[in-house]
């Protein structure tokens, strides 16, 4: 039995380790009021080792000036080694279209920014084209996220998840929001920039019985997520996630606890919608390059259902995002990780016991963990193949 254990092993290997895509957080520092702290932190997350940044804030804090200005921020984005997504999601959310519009002028303007005064632009397409003037010229800018779980027509029976139309003037009823403004966006954006485009959506769920996405209705949900299920409010199908001028998309799943209210919700969870998302991917764009965001922040500061304390809901453990980091990984070639959020890790969004030394430390830890290869096996029939934890730096 020996030998045969042993040519199996040889016949069968555990497979090598893989290269780790880039990586990076969200945020929310407001360069306006803090420029030389928002700067520190940046320089942080690239000492940590990450190269991306979704600062949410982005356009919101530019402010004439040297000190302050997009043209600054890049400008210190590409000496820290950090390449910028810059978020324009609020082009698309109104019920012309993304260019003509005022959305995203109306959006800087009541929240203070001066960016769209400064390039004269008084319709999204020309804060748009400021943009990528800027863009283009900055190694800081890897391009454009447009759209944040942007949900989908008939979102309410399951045919997919997002909070973006639920929380605009637009959704006056379904249908009444144009989907198909991603499209456009994507479209014009890939038309006169050579910089990438990127967007976020969520996986409901878990659609399957007892949990999880590895039943035949998980690969619908991620389907029905990522196609509009042919919705006429679409353009076509696959029409605004999965097209040519759209190459990039990543998905979030925040399981951490499990089974938070009874959901059902698991890490594991992550394999399958990652592998269902590949399925569709496939079938329909073989060009698309997906993404992951993995949670790194506590449920409870955001009020989810069952979080009524710290202690029900805590902050994720080292092992726990090198888990679902590895999930994510496990068969996959991703676009790129990223982490929600740096205010969460850093103790920003504070809550009793958090340590933003601890934190940072295990977050860098678990995400420059050497990265998986296949997910190894044993020979026994009774044995099944599944993620396992990589090498990681410091124990967890």
Known sequence: MKYLLALLLVLV???AEAALPPQGLYSTCDVQDTYST????????????????VDYNTLIAHKTGATGSIASWLADSATAGIQQIIPIQQSSINTTDALTATSLVDSLTARGSSYATDCGATTNQQVIDCLIAQCDASAGCWGYYIYDEYGCPHTAIGYCQGGMYAQ????AGVGSCRYQNVDELALYLQAHSTKKVVGTATAAGPPCG???FSCAGGQTQINNLTSCNGQSECSG????LMAAQSPYENLDYYPIPENRNGGGQKMSDIAGIMQNFNTSIAATYAAEKPGFVVQAFTAFYYGYGGCGTITLCPYPTQTQIQTMRNYALFGNTLGMILYYSYEDV??????TGCNATTNWNQLVAAAFSSAPGAPPCCWLL????KPVLGKPKQAG
């Open 13 to 15: 290997p555990l497979g």
């Open 38 to 53: 928002c700067l520190a932190a940046m320089q942080q997350q690239a000492t940590g080792g990450f190269t991306l940044e």
């Open 168 to 171: 605009s003037a637009c959704n």
């Open 210 to 212: 007892g949990g999880g």
């Open 237 to 240: 199908v696959y029409a605004w």
């Open 346 to 351: 850093t103790c920003l969004h504070n809550y």
């Open 382 to 385: 009774t044995c099944r193949c």
